[in-house]
């Protein structure tokens, strides 16, 4: 583990008493690599070894903890402090209905997370309706219909009209219904495709969502820096959610979307069950990075 | 007499940045520059040399001993099986197959064995129309075994040439649902012995080393033949397909492009670096 590597690389550190710039430098020669082994983006993990740096020497060196578990704290402590708060809650507007959009990357996870989502805010006391906005994909509304159908949420849809059209026309059926709240899934898209980019732009200013997440695959590589700047640069989304966490990858990707954005990361998907969603913790996504 | 050729830091620090952003790995990166400082010509230019000998090994590492991406279709009914984590674009590349088989004049038949995610069979149902293909399926939550198993016998009797069996996404953590895989792979094998002649594991290429574990897994599990890497159309590069030719041997095929029927294509080592580096 990485406690165990780093204690060898700095037992220079036991003589001195204190973490300083030589004895620290290899210890986070190991971070760096540990770090983009998790996928954290090369950016973010240069700024956050300077930060961890310049916090860990001069530290006292105690003895009740190894040189490398020192170490490691500080840097465990600069990560949780960069991941984030937990429950940072959806925003919601006065007027109802509140309007969610759910926007990312094709195959993140979003119709499934939309599903989750109604049922979340369903459990707290809110009345939610699912919006099958994308057009594209094959079965797409039958996907988010089953699922709807599946937990009892209602789903509205119009065929393939235009996503804003159908948007317009949801948030109509919300206000009769008194339904409080909109949750609408949008089609899987490239960040550098101008024409889908510009059309959740377009459904951003029709609908005046109070929350715009941004859905990311937990197991994302470097390119989650360009995708989730991409978004964010468009969309200024308020949140983020990843997925897929249910499985083995390290999830280095929520340190560089989060660093990169300043956007807190929300919910965490950790299955395909509509139960399957829990609220942000900073502190497990820490050790979980870590390795 | 030697000495090394001197690289700047600046252009060093460049060629590692390009190579890490395109998830070839630290570790990888690292080995790749070394081994080419080592090769280096004694002088010329050596910002040209330097990105030019790292472009042919990897194509080297990529594409050794292929004669192109792709595949020949070796038997009849010659029948593939598509595996990969959740959301990765299995059910499209299938649609994206079946078109082009069809295009060579092959009857096509589509096993839609994910009985499980919402609308799966549905999706796929879809794909077959546009592709022109065939499909056997059974109801939601039917046993995949079964629905693969009727596909193949479908496929001998009725002279179907590929048959190609949609799987539902599975995290290779998840050993129930490895375990169910395995069960439609010896199945299909039972039914026609020596099938499936193709397992192809479909990869996100913004998937980062987790994508490592899932071909490890998977190729533990079923014996994968080959990878689509799909989402290429994005900005990410799927570097992490390096590693797996390297580490387990198992070559890309075919590169997706896109959400259309005609966007996939025979995997091209020479483009694909050209690409890692444009
Ligand atoms: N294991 C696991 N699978 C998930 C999770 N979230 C979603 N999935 C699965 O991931 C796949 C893709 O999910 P979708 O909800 O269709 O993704 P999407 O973003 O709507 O996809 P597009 O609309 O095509 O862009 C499906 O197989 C889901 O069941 C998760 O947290 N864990
Ligand atoms: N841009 C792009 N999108 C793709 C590509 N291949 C698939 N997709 C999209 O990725 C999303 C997921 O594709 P699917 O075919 O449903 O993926 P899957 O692996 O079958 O998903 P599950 O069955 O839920 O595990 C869809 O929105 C596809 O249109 C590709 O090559 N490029
Ligand atoms: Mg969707
Ligand atoms: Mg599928």
């Known amino acids: 583990d990485l406690i165990q590597k780093l204690d060898g690389a700095i037992r220079a550190i036991r003589n001195t008493g204190k973490l300083n710039e030589k004895n620290i430098g290899e210890a986070l020669r190991g971070i760096q690599r540990a770090l983009l082994e998790a996928d954290v983006h090369f950016k973010v993990v240069k700024e956050f070894i300077s930060a961890v740096r310049e916090k860990a020497v001069g530290t006292e060196v105690t003895r009740s903890v190894s040189p490398g578990q020192q170490v490691v704290k500080v840097v465990h402590d600069e990560l949780v402090r960069l991941l984030g708060h937990a429950h940072v809650p959806i925003a919601f507007s006065g007027i109802p209905p509140s309007v969610i959009l759910i926007v990312g990357l094709q195959g993140s996870g979003k119709t499934t997370f939309a599903a989750k989502l109604g049922a979340l805010l369903r459990k707290s006391g809110r009345d939610p309706m699912l919006v099958a906005a994308d057009i594209y994909r094959p079965a797409a509304i039958k996907q988010l219909a089953t699922l709807g159908k599946g937990i009892n949420l209602p789903v509205f849809e119009k065929g393939t009209l235009k996503p804003v059209l159908i948007c317009k026309a949801a948030v109509e059926e919300a206000r009769k219904q008194g339904k409080d709240t909109l949750i609408v899934d949008t089609a899987g898209r490239l960040h550098i495709d101008d024409a889908m980019m510009a059309e959740l732009e377009a459904l951003k200013s029709a609908l005046h969502p109070s929350e715009i997440l941004y859905v990311a695959d937990g197991m994302t590589g470097q390119d989650a820096v360009k995708s989730a700047q991409a978004f964010l640069d468009r969309l200024d989304f308020n949140g983020i959610v990843l997925t897929k966490m249910d499985g083995d990858s390290r999830g280095g990707a929520a340190l560089s979307i989060r660093a990169v954005t300043g956007r807190p990361i929300k919910f965490i998907s950790n299955g395909e069950k509509t139960d399957a969603v829990e609220p942000f913790h900073p502190e497990r996504m820490a050790s979980r990075i870590l390795g | ?278």
């Open chain 2, 1 to 278: 007499l030697h000495s090394k050729p001197k690289l700047d830091e600046e252009l060093l620090e460049e060629l590692e940045e390009i190579l890490i952003q395109s998830d070839i790995g630290a570790a990888n990166a690292l080995s790749l520059i070394g081994e080419m400082r080592g090769r280096l010509p004694a002088d010329g230019d050596l910002e040209e040399a330097s990105r030019r000998i790292l472009m042919e090994r990897i194509r080297q590492l990529v594409g050794e001993g292929e004669t192109g991406g792709g595949m020949t279709v070796t038997a009849d009914p010659h029948v593939i099986l598509v595996v990969g984590v959740n959301g990765t674009g299995k059910t499209t590349s299938i649609g994206k197959l079946a078109y082009r088989f069809g295009r060579e004049n092959r009857k096509v038949l589509l096993a839609a064995a994910d009985t499980f995610r919402a609308a799966a069979v549905e999706q796929l149902g879809e794909w077959a129309v546009r592709a022109k293909a065939d499909l056997i399926r059974q109801s939601m939550g039917a046993d995949p075994a079964s629905v693969a198993h009727d596909a193949v016998e479908a496929a001998m009797t009725r002279g179907f040439n590929v048959v190609l069996v949609d799987t539902a996404g599975r995290l290779h953590s998840k050993v129930n649902l490895m375990e169910e895989l395995k069960k439609i792979h010896r199945v299909i094998g039972r039914r026609m012995p020596g099938a499936p002649h193709e397992v192809l594991l479909v990869l996100d290429a913004t998937t980062g080393q987790n994508g490592l574990n899932q071909a490890r897994v998977f190729q533990q599990a079923v014996g994968v033949t080959g990878i689509i890497l799909a989402k290429l159309d994005g900005t990410a590069r799927g570097g992490i397909v390096v590693s797996i030719r390297r580490e387990l041997g198992i070559p890309v095929k075919w590169v997706g492009l896109g959400e259309g029927l005609e966007d996939l294509v025979p995997f091209d080592p020479g483009s694909y670096v050209e690409s890692i580096f444009g």
